[in-house]
């Protein structure tokens, strides 16, 4: 079970911290990642963390993005920093196991419910 909080509206160059509670099988698994959809458009990774916290960006939101997790809590974070407009989405946390980790859809099969980001100009 994942489930994500920390959404709200800012302006452009603001910054946001989400949270993903993560029950505790959930949290062991190997990838842990943030997702985001905007509407009309299809979810995209953002990034991810593996259980040895090695982490990866997408492009759009390296340098401004930071992944993390507290093993302790059991929760992933995703600090934004410097936001654009173009941020605006649906953010999702998403866990998946085994094999190398990606910023594919397709390998993750436990989503939490989303928070909206929303960002003014």
């Known amino acids: 079970q994942l489930v994500e909080s920390g959404g709200d509206s800012v302006q452009a160059g603001g910054s946001l911290r989400l949270s993903c509670a993560a029950s505790?099988?959930?949290?062991?698994?190997?990838?842990l990642a943030w997702f985001r959809q905007s509407p009309g458009k299809e979810r995209e990774g953002v990034a991810y963390?593996?259980?040895?916290?090695?982490?990866r960006y997408a492009d759009s939101v390296k340098g401004r993005f930071t992944i993390s997790k507290d093993n302790a809590k059991n929760t992933l974070y995703l600090q934004m920093n410097f936001l654009k407009p173009e941020d605006t989405a649906m953010y999702y946390c998403?866990?998946?196991?085994?094999?190398?980790?990606?910023?594919?859809?397709?390998?993750?099969?436990?989503w939490g419910q989303g928070t909206q980001v929303t960002v003014s100009s």
């Open positions: 998403a866990a998946a196991g085994g094999g190398a980790c990606s910023l594919n859809v397709w390998q993750y099969d436990d």
């Open positions: 505790a099988y959930t949290y062991m698994r190997y990838c």
């Open positions: 963390i593996t259980s040895y916290a090695t982490t």
